[in-house]
């Protein structure tokens, strides 16, 4: 598979760097895509991504996507919104699917068969965009919106968090270079806030994992 190519969708958190790790070693990556749709963690996100980037020696490009900001009520990108903990809060409606059929006209134009998503299945419990089902319809709808016809790839679709964070200790991904917090506040001190819903599950999954003390480095 290696001779595939491949494009990801890069958050800088850890399921899109472990995903991106996994799929390196079948594919051959072409492109790292970050998405700035006026997240209040925007900038760490994408401090995070370029580092990752660099690491893996592959070209980034961020794409920006201000009107999604614009027409949504939510936690991640209200400023005097700061619900970080709430499913309902820091659910964006058809984010992960914009971000699939940007991904897909990029596959279209420069031939990519892959594109490389980091679902998981802790988050496909609340998030239906994360779900085997919503990447099923995804290669169906590409079959007709496309002419190369992509398909999405998401290694961790079956893992959970521990797993997650367990193939990254075994495999040596940078961990160190992960965002996943959505409160930039946290920024302050390069750690993570440990109180929003994405630190919630990391922390709790490193404190299982193989390597527990990577809480202290990160929080």
Not at 13 to 23: E, K, Q, Y
Not at 164 to 191: G, H, M, Q, R, W
Not at 208 to 215: A, I, N, R
Request: with cysteine; charged share 25%.
């Amino acid at each position: 598979m290696k001779n595939n190519t491949a494009i990801v969708l890069l958050s800088g958190g850890l399921d899109s760097l472990v995903s991106l790790d996994i799929a390196a070693k079948k594919f051959d990556i072409k492109l790292l895509l970050t998405f700035n749709y006026g997240q209040k963690a925007f900038k760490e996100e994408f401090d995070a991504s370029l580092n990752i980037a660099k690491f893996y020696n592959i070209p980034h490009a961020t794409i920006e996507l201000p009107f999604l900001k614009e027409i949504t009520n939510n936690a991640l990108t209200d400023n005097k919104n700061n619900n970080l903990d709430d499913f309902s809060s820091v659910w964006i409606p058809n984010r992960n699917g914009l971000f699939l059929n940007i991904a897909a006209s990029y596959c279209d134009k420069f031939g990519y068969d892959y594109i490389v998503f980091g679902a998981n299945k802790k988050e496909a419990e609340q998030f239906s965009d994360n779900s085997e089902e919503f990447i099923e319809k995804c290669n169906v709808f590409f079959q007709y919106s496309t002419l190369k016809q992509p398909k999405v790839f998401a290694p961790c679709l079956y893992f959970d968090k521990i797993e997650i964070i367990n193939y990254a200790i075994e495999n040596n991904v940078p961990l160190e270079f992960i965002k996943s917090c959505y409160d930039s506040k946290s920024n302050t001190n390069k750690k993570h806030c440990g109180k929003c819903m994405s630190c919630k599950l990391l922390k709790e999954a490193l404190e299982k994992s193989k390597k527990p003390e990577l809480v202290k480095e990160l929080f």
